[in-house]
């Protein structure tokens, strides 16, 4: 494809001109029953509350972007062909890394009563803690997009999953490794050194092209929820070391295997949770685990309103040769608020405090609907006690309070 | 079945222990008997649809008289056995950024049902809580209980008397929630006598106070069996909010079963 060859700076730039066209012309593709055409556009709006850290840094306190995503799905009139197709792109004032493109999902899958295959990229996610989102491996993280790891690249899968009455199976063979985004030199969130994306490190020969495979059992038990994966294959998470001519920070992806499980115990108001991983790969074996719980005071205030409390405990045992995480020794505390009415506003609180170095995290994620198909949302993340050394010391001035609109179409 | 003999049967699973609750033994009398019977009669009208799609659009107001609009699809498995609650399906189309969510519910008659949410931003399936069935489904004055509310079993019931309701002639009965975390101490409902099918219920808050009435409209029948309300109008007495929900045509007997309505299929929906 020829669009592919142009440079990324004017893929995007076609890619806002036909989401705009197709805002108003291509909707009418709705007609045919088996088409869904959707998207959205989305205006953000980042403040800082402090000067930059580093060197070369923009020295902006205010960052615009534009994303947008566009949805186009099929679905065969017999019900079981589906092909989905999700380009998403993002176009960033100041950080040239932060401004990119990419197919969330673009797929075709066969199902029938019990076994469905799908073939191309997807988004899977594991887990059911709320403060990390510790077993999900599938997918790499879109570190650019947000710093909470939520939002993930597509990844290029074949995937055979059967559905029995003892629970759900599922095979993945992933064919191709995605590298994590990062910020560049002029963007926020970023280390001293800006990490050297371009020239990463792999442990296996084939590099990117290394052949990671994945075999997961969900299912419930009564209350319970059980899920438990194999994966083998190219550690989503980079290790950092630094080298090169420059001492560039670089990455280096290793070759691991892991066990992980997710486990929540649902009982009236009460949803206990736990997760765990255990991965054998760069140096010793590596232990990790959050638990907690999330209680729900229903009908509260006004009548309609529903409150949550959120509590978790993060523990990871890996030593300081392997890959950053913060979430080590931590605490989680949250608090979600949601309104059940008409604009189906929520609100959801929340800090993770070091047990032992103090560093604390703060973080606010508002939203409600102002009409029919504006959403606007609010974020605030704020870091605190971060000393030198600390996992998010290097970020510790990046604090922010962020504004989005976004419309769907 | 006889309903005064109900007998719960609480799995407390974190202990393993099993506990005997005996339920409200009512003392059966005439007409506890009667209104059971005519509930029993309307109920039963329905067996054998063994599974259902319809599209619907719910309308929200609120007391200064701004509106909102939801589109979603129901989709139900009937499961024959009247101690077992249905399966059921459901997928929002609109508001926009709410497209594909999926609620997948199994529901229990006196107990909590299982249901399970999907999110399809996170691509996430979340167990959740179903304690609360008498809270506002989507924004709505329907809370989720009311959308199951014709299930047999859920209720014990008492005749009060036979009145006109427009055209028809209904049967009045007085229906007391079994379940213990139901938002009402009690409903009225009206049960017309030609094609046995509820035409109004009043909604009594947990202080007896009335809170909400619904009227159930449009009834068409398919298959010259099962009828269906095409319209439904909720008033909140005292908030004065108000919602209706517009039916399009049901299909029926599309061939589910139990694979369509487990939570690994809630990913693939659309």
Redesign the interface.
């Known amino acids: 494809m020829t669009v592919l060859k142009l440079p990324k700076s004017k893929q995007i730039l076609y890619f806002f001109i036909l989401l705009f066209i197709s805002n108003s012309e291509l909707a009418v593709a709705d007609v045919y029953d088996e088409f869904d055409i959707s998207g959205n556009i989305a205006f953000q709006l980042r403040g800082f509350t402090q000067d930059s850290m580093w060197l070369d840094q923009n020295t902006s306190d205010v960052e615009s972007s534009i994303s947008g995503e566009w949805e186009i799905r099929w679905r065969s009139n017999s019900n079981n062909q589906r092909v989905s197709f999700i380009p998403f792109a993002r176009w960033d004032e100041n950080d040239k890394k932060r401004s990119h493109f990419d197919f969330r999902e673009a797929f075709w899958a066969y199902q029938n009563d019990d076994i469905e295959l799908l073939i191309g990229l997807n988004k899977v996610f594991w887990g059911v803690a709320e403060s990390v989102h510790l077993i999900d491996i599938i997918n790499q993280t879109d570190l650019v997009e947000n710093i909470n790891q939520e939002e993930k690249l597509g990844q290029p899968m074949i995937r055979l999953a059967f559905q029995e009455d003892y629970g759900l199976l599922s095979f993945y063979l992933l064919p191709y490794f995605r590298e994590r985004s990062f910020s560049g030199p002029d963007g926020r969130f970023r280390s001293e050194t800006p990490v050297n994306a371009d020239n990463a490190k792999y442990q296996s020969s084939s590099k990117r092209k290394h052949l990671d495979f994945a075999f997961r059992y969900s299912h419930y038990f009564g209350d319970i929820d059980l899920g438990l994966y194999y994966f083998n294959g190219t550690n989503r998470d980079p290790r950092m070391s630094i080298g090169g001519i420059n001492s560039e920070l670089l990455l280096n992806y290793d070759q691991i295997e892991q066990i992980g499980l997710d486990l929540q115990y649902t009982h009236s108001s009460w949803l206990w949770k736990l997760e765990s991983f255990v991965r054998d790969g760069y140096a010793d074996s590596i232990f990790a685990g959050v638990a907690g719980f999330e209680y729900t005071f229903y009908q509260v205030f006004d009548g309609i309103g529903d409150v949550g409390i959120l509590f978790e405990y993060q523990h990871d045992d890996r030593s300081s040769v392997e890959s950053i995480t913060s979430a080590d020794n931590d605490f989680f505390l949250g608090s979600r608020w949601t309104s059940n009415n008409i604009n189906d506003g929520s609100i959801l609180v929340g800090f993770i405090l070091d047990k032992k170095t103090s560093e604390t995290f703060y973080s606010v994620e508002a939203k409600t609907r102002l009409k029919e198909n504006t959403l606007l949302s609010l974020e605030l993340k704020v870091t605190t006690n971060s000393e030198l050394g600390e996992p998010n010391f290097p970020q510790s001035r990046d604090d922010y309070l962020e504004l989005q609109i976004n419309h769907f179409f | 079945m006889n309903i005064h003999s109900n007998i719960t049967l609480k ?1 407390i ?2 202990v393993g222990l099993f506990l005997f609750l005996p339920h409200n033994s009512l003392y059966a009398n005439a007409d506890s008997e009667k209104g059971y019977n005519i509930a029993a009669r309307s109920d039963r009208s329905d067996r054998g649809f063994s599974d259902s799609v319809v599209e619907m659009t719910m309308i ?1 107001r ?1 007391s200064a008289g ?1 509106q ?2 939801r589109t979603l699809q129901f989709k139900t498995l009937e499961i024959p056995d009247e101690s077992v609650g249905d399966k059921g399906l459901i997928l929002f189309r ?6 594909g969510t999926a609620l997948l519910s199994h529901a229990k008659i006196l107990k ?1 049902d ?1 249901q399970w949410l999907y999110l399809p931003a ?8 179903s ?2 069935k ?3 489904f ?2 709505s004055e329907f809370a989720f209980e009311d959308f199951t509310a014709s299930e047999l079993n859920k209720f014990s019931y008492k005749y009060l008397r036979e009145e006109n309701c427009g055209k028809l002639i209904c049967d009045v009965i007085e229906r007391i929630p079994l379940y213990e975390n139901s938002g009402y101490k009690k409903q009225i409902s009206w049960v017309d006598n030609s094609i046995y099918q509820l035409r109004k219920i009043e909604f009594y808050d947990r202080k007896g106070s009335l809170l909400k009435e619904l009227i159930l409209l449009d009834y068409r029948v398919y298959d010259q069996k099962y009828w269906r309300p095409h319209k439904l109008k909720m008033n909140n007495i005292q908030t004065k909010k108000s919602s209706d929900l517009i039916y399009d045509a049901y299909k029926f007997n599309l061939g589910l ?1 139990d ?1 369509d309505f ?4 809630l ?2 929906l ?1």
Do not use: F, H, M, Q
């Not at chain 2, 609109?94 to 497209?99: H, L, N, Q, R, Y």
């Open positions: 799995n699973l974190c929200l609120n701004k909102a609009s609109t508001p926009k950024d709410i497209e909590s299982d996170l691509k996430r399936v979340k167990r959740i809580s304690r609360n008498s809270g506002p989507v924004g079963t694979s487990v939570k690994g299929r990913t693939g659309r």
